[in-house]
């Protein structure tokens, strides 16, 4: 569906050039939500721009639904437009107009005839979950509906990729996860290839098939998100995957525990995409004689399995704690002994 060909886009500013984007190599599939990650400043909004045409790359080629977007301008590109829809950070929508003619407006331009129109948007706002506030203006909504409303317009001209900028980024984690769930909705649906950008590791976690780690213009990192979670490659990788993994709070508790048992072991477990962390402290019960406490941690479900860190505490004969040990270290988690002995 999308294929960027070594592509580079060098902007030209007082202070020298930038390299936005450094030479990038990206396919994504037909019905596959990507996600992009990176700091601020990796490129990320470029990249995405080039998908539209909003940017054109200063080097390489940019294909979008069999047109080379990289290319084409006028009025193909204006039609090449319309098969690929954006939502934004900040929605973008027109405050003078209600949240109907919000999503009325790209048909408007369109040339679609009122009643159709009016079909289209009924439809598009049952689809995004406004039912009842058709009437309402943007200043009348809270955040999660408004980009409610930019997920309906970006959908009026039945897309076929759908861009999204941060588009959870303005909003509570709980309401990110609905509007989350929307766009999983949406692509289970009507089958739209997403490709999403962020800085938050837990939107991908959530919602993406496949992810590319963006620094420096450059892809450091392109993988299955669960491979990506389970085995990250570059530093970068792992400082995302830890954002996920290990609550900041835990690791300034740590030397707490430590001091609070000084006997036994105290273990940290990473689990990452495995559902293991209840059959393994079964096991540990089981077939060592040593107590477990868990400590504290936090474990999340998601549909690719668990995600989250433990710190439990083994304690016994010496012995019978190393044993213990080693089997933990057998299973396929992330583990690190924290305390003394
Ligand atoms: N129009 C422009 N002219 C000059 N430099 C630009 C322009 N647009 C972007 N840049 C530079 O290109 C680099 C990448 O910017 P970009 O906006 O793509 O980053 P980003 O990953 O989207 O960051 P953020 O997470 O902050 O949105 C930055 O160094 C930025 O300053
Ligand atoms: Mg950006």
Not at 15 to 34: H, M, P, T, W, Y
Not at 66 to 73: A, H, L, Q, R, T
């Amino acid at each position: 569906m999308i294929s960027i060909k070594n592509v580079k886009k060098i902007f030209s500013t007082k202070s020298g050039q930038v390299r936005a984007v450094d030479d990038v190599n990206l396919d994504i599939a037909e019905g596959e939500i990507f996600g992009v990650i990176g700091y601020s400043g990796a490129g990320k909004s470029t990249l995405i721009r080039m998908l539209n045409g909003l940017e054109l790359p200063s080097e390489g080629q940019v294909l979008v639904a069999d047109n080379e977007v990289s290319s084409i301008k006028g009025s193909k590109l204006r039609k090449a437009r319309q098969e690929i829809s954006m939502i934004f950070q900040h929605f973008n929508l027109l405050w003078s107009r209600t949240v109907q003619e919000n999503i009325s407006f790209p048909l408007e331009i369109a040339g679609v005839d009122k009643s159709e129109r009016l079909k289209k948007v009924n439809e598009l706002i049952k689809l995004v979950g406004l039912d009842g506030r058709e009437d309402a203006y943007p200043s009348q909504l809270s955040g999660g509906q408004k980009q409610r409303v930019g997920i309906a317009r970006a959908l009026a001209n039945n897309p076929k990729v759908l861009l999204c900028d941060e588009a959870t980024s303005a909003l509570d984690p709980q309401t990110t996860d609905s509007i989350l769930e929307l766009l999983v909705d949406i692509n289970e649906r009507l089958g739209l290839t997403i490709v999403l950008i962020t800085h938050e590791m837990h939107v991908i976690r959530k919602i993406c098939h496949r992810v590319a780690v963006m620094e420096d213009g450059k892809i450091v990192e392109l993988g299955k998100v669960l491979d990506v979670f389970k085995k990250p490659q570059a530093e970068i990788t792992k400082r995302f995957v830890q954002q996920v993994t290990e609550p900041e709070e835990t690791k300034e508790t740590v030397q707490h525990l430590v001091d609070l048992y000084p006997n036994g072991q105290i273990v940290q477990l990473a689990f990452v995409g495995d559902s293991a962390e209840q059959p393994l402290i079964t096991n540990l019960i089981r077939n060592y004689q040593v107590t477990v406490n868990v400590l504290q941690g936090k474990i999340s479900q998601t549909h690719s399995g668990s995600y989250g860190t433990l710190f439990i505490h083994v304690d016994g004969e010496k012995d019978e704690v190393a044993k213990a040990i080693e089997f933990i270290h057998s299973e396929n988690v992330g583990v690190e002994v924290i305390s003394h002995d």
